[in-house]
């Protein structure tokens, strides 16, 4: 029969009445774990997020963010599908230099000994312990049904057998290149359905990360153009990707302003995380939420007041380099930084000024 009464149900809600609705994933930035002062932003078992923003505003970067910290955290084993950040190999050496925060690479793009990258025994370290947590979907893009939801979930199921585990979490960057992922409604609709289906069933925290669609423009008293952000219903795909989410954010890299009296200050290095809708109740506070990008080790820090209105800035507590202080002197301006900047390395080299990674 599927029409229940109470008494079929009663033990499950007596341990939801004692352990929560939720089964909370929570990140290691301090600023998104003050419930009690109304900020906070998690995710849980059984959930999805759906993490979108416009092109070069650091979608892949904050989800690689949220994926190591839920690998430092919580030792989850996370599945990636992505598509935009080159061979496997690639992908792999990128995240172990997440974890060391220093560039896996020997050499600098311009084939010079990159003299910052991480000592040998650094990398074994941070591949043995990748090893124990990332698995990444290799590409066929000869096989047209390869890269389909269907057979997504199908190779997930072959890992976790042959692997002898169980995911926490699977990551789809970006959705849109899921072969059956079409802008059309009915088609969002049946996909973010079978993501949330999947993630409940398998008491999995599921990411999946969408572009927006273009947003209007709008042009200043000096005449600079900028473009408003994007609403819930935005999302490539149309309003059933607002319909369907349960968390959903946005991430915006907000224009720099260092003039008070022009506006709220914003840095160089600040991206925004905007909540656009909490599902299930108590995930996360409705607000905006900064963080901050560090070049030397490619990952996100915050900065905040403690109780003591002592400022500080610092990465998330589950980093292995949670004491090392964030390098904020940089120009993002510019398309790199040289080593002397990334590392505040004084080199009396004149020879030695290319590329940080």
Known sequence: MAFLDLSTAQKKMRLLREKGELIPVRFGFQTWNQYDKGRYLMGSRKCTLLLGGEPNHGKSQVTNELVMQMIEKHGFKVAIFTTESGDVEKVFSQFCGYYMGKPYTKLRPDGKLNHYAMTDDEASEAEYFMLQHLYVFKQDRKNTKYQTLENIYAELAKAEDFYNIKFDSLVIDPIYDVDDFEPKADEVLRVLNRINLEAEESNRFDIVVNHVSETAKTVDKKG?????????????????????????????????????????????????????????????KWGTYPIYYDWKSRRYYEMFEDENNHFKQQFASCTKFFDRKPDEEINIKTITASPQEAFNIQDNEQDDDGFPF
């Open 224 to 284: 600079n153009r900028k473009k408003l952000l994007a609403l819930a219903d935005e999302f490539y795909g149309g309003k059933n990707n607002n319909r369907k989410a349960m968390l959903q954010v946005l991430v915006h890299r907000p224009i720099p302003n260092d003039d008070p009296e022009a506006g709220e200050i914003v840095r160089e290095n600040q991206t925004n995380i905007h909540i656009l809708k909490v599902k299930p109740e108590g995930i996360a």
